[in-house]
């Protein structure tokens, strides 16, 4: 069983940084790739940055240059550097983990809440 546990979330003011991290447990296959999803009220979930266990990243559009991941292969932990923030950031942010064995292996944390005020 994969567990997801992340921390890191809260209230900042606009203009402010804050920064996420999540930490998987379990039995996880090395090649994997570990993400950040936000999901607004009333709004889809959204990609918001994804790594891979060879370190390629892809970001969403609107955070690109304010959001940076990062990953720690050895602890299975990924990092979400958050700057520049605006309202518009405001979401529960989900972690993700996954990976493609035959069949997709698809795990999902618990979410923490980003409020930005402004």
Not at 45 to 55: D, N
Request: hydrophobic letters at 35%; proline letters at 2%.
């Amino acid at each position: 069983q994969v567990q997801l546990v992340e921390s890191g979330g809260g209230l900042v003011q606009a203009g402010g940084s804050l920064r996420l991290s999540c930490a998987a447990s379990g039995s996880i296959f090395s090649l994997n790739i570990m993400g950040w999803y936000r999901q607004a009220p009333g709004k889809q979930r959204e990609l918001v940055a994804s790594i891979s266990s060879s370190g390629s990243r892809n970001y969403g559009d609107s955070m690109k240059g304010r959001f940076t991941i990062s990953r720690d292969n050895v602890n299975n932990t990924v990092y979400l550097q958050m700057s520049s923030l605006i309202p518009e950031d405001t979401a529960v942010y989900y972690c993700n983990l996954r990976w493609r064995r035959t069949v997709l292996y698809d795990y999902w944390g618990q979410g923490t809440q980003v409020t930005v005020s402004s």
